[in-house]
């Protein structure tokens, strides 16, 4: 596996890896209503564009597949971690935190799917409130946790 940083032509990838992880991985915790209302399948690609490279951003390869991406703002908040649906478990996840957590002094805060909440705590992140978002007027529950470094 490679990890790279995020280039514009990574851009279309992503967001078919996106959509087509949400709505498998995460279709265990959440209703088919609320998978759409998270990922569409229309995704603005400039605006993905733009927020990619506002912020610290990685993919992972596997040959010339993408198989995971991730994304840090300079602020700490770790934005978004997704990984193919078939390449689950074998140590993606976990290598793009490594790289992205290095960047940061001080404390990484992410919201956390429910699928994704046991893979932050196991590296040491903290739940520090569930709460209830809107997307397209349908509620998700997250987690909002923390990690000090």
């Not at 209503?33 to 564009?49: E, F, H, I, M, V």
């Not at 610290?56 to 978004?80: H, K, P, T």
């Amino acid at each position: 596996m490679e990890i790279r940083e995020y280039r514009p032509e990574d851009c279309e990838a992503i967001t078919r890896l996106f959509y087509d992880t949400v709505h498998t991985v995460n279709r265990r915790d959440y209703a088919p209503a609320q998978l759409d209302a998270w990922a569409d399948g229309s995704p603005d690609l400039d605006a993905w564009n733009r927020s990619l490279q506002e912020h610290f951003s990685l993919v992972a390869l596997e040959g010339e597949e993408l198989v995971g991406f991730a994304d840090m703002a300079a602020d700490g908040y770790l934005d978004r971690l997704y990984v193919h649906k078939d390449y689950q478990g074998q140590g993606i996840a976990t290598a793009l935190c490594n790289r992205l957590e290095q960047t940061v002094a001080g404390t990484i805060v992410t919201h956390a799917s429910i699928t994704a909440r046991p893979f932050f705590e196991k590296r040491g992140y903290r739940v520090v409130k569930e709460q209830q978002v809107e997307r397209r007027g349908i509620r998700l529950t997250n987690f909002v946790m923390e990690k000090m470094q």
